[in-house]
């Protein structure tokens, strides 16, 4: 079965460092997403990404935040300038293109579990 | 997008069928309704979508009254591996389309 895979797993950065959280969607897939999970709270919407932009973004999803697809495979999220908060883990997903609209099934990795000290 | 309301948790033991039941009075005409469970740790794994009536696959079954208003998610025999977070969703995939969780259901199965 095909998946969404995600690297690292974990990450542990000093505040105010740079990090690079990547994925790689399913290869048929065209509509990606980010999200995070905070311990202990919900799955918290960061960006959807189709076309080559950005297509929504979340309030969370600030300056600090950006994302790229810099090839054909790769999806990244980077935050600039880490802050304690920051830490939780982070999901990237992606789902098939259908009519032109994103398919409501989406498929998510298992994540990268950002501790920021 | 329509708001979905779910029990907070749920106990159940080995083997019994559990049926977890969503409300969404505000959903759209072209809303579909999905599934996701989270175990601890991982991401969310879409489980069960459907329109109306019933669905089934080797997971689940998916009960949607007449007036969609809610739906049932039925697990038959669960085992202690059913254990996690369970989510209803909302949406008619368009455009713009977002997964969007609430706080989900916690099941717990018991030996």
């Known amino acids: 079965e095909p998946e969404v895979t995600q690297t690292p797993s974990h990450q542990v950065t000093q505040m105010g460092q740079e990090v690079i959280l990547r994925c790689v969607p399913i290869?048929?897939?065209?509509?990606f997403y980010w999200y995070r999970q905070i311990l202990g709270q919900k799955v918290e919407f960061l960006v959807s990404?189709?076309?080559?932009?950005?297509?929504?973004k979340s309030e969370i999803f600030d300056d600090q935040f950006s994302v790229e697809r810099p090839d054909g495979s790769n999806f990244t999220l980077k935050i600039r300038s880490t802050k304690l908060e920051d830490s939780a883990m982070y999901f990237c997903?992606?789902?098939?293109?259908?009519?032109?609209?994103?398919?409501?099934?989406?498929?998510f990795g298992q994540g990268t579990r950002l501790t920021v000290v | 997008l329509a708001k979905t309301t779910q029990p907070i948790s749920m106990d159940s033991y080995e083997g019994q069928e559990v049926n977890i039941t969503c409300s969404h009075n505000?959903?759209?005409?072209?809303?579909?309704i999905t599934w996701y469970q989270q175990f601890p740790s991982q991401g969310p794994r879409f489980i069960i979508q459907?329109?109306?009536t019933k669905v089934t696959n080797e997971v689940a079954s998916l009960f949607i009254p007449a007036d969609r208003k809610s739906s049932t998610l039925s697990l038959p025999r669960v085992s202690l591996s059913d254990t996690a977070v369970y989510y209803c969703?909302?949406?008619?995939?368009?455009?713009?389309?977002?997964?969007?969780f609430g706080r989900g259901t916690s099941l717990i199965v018991h030996p």
């Open positions: 990404f189709y076309n080559n932009e950005i297509s929504e």
């Open positions: 290869s048929n897939h065209l509509y």
């Open positions: 997903a992606s789902s098939e293109v259908r009519g032109g609209r994103a398919n409501t099934e989406a498929f």
């Open positions: 969703l909302v949406g008619d995939g368009g455009g713009s389309y977002i997964p969007t």
């Open positions: 505000n959903i759209a005409t072209n809303d579909y």
């Open positions: 459907g329109y109306k």
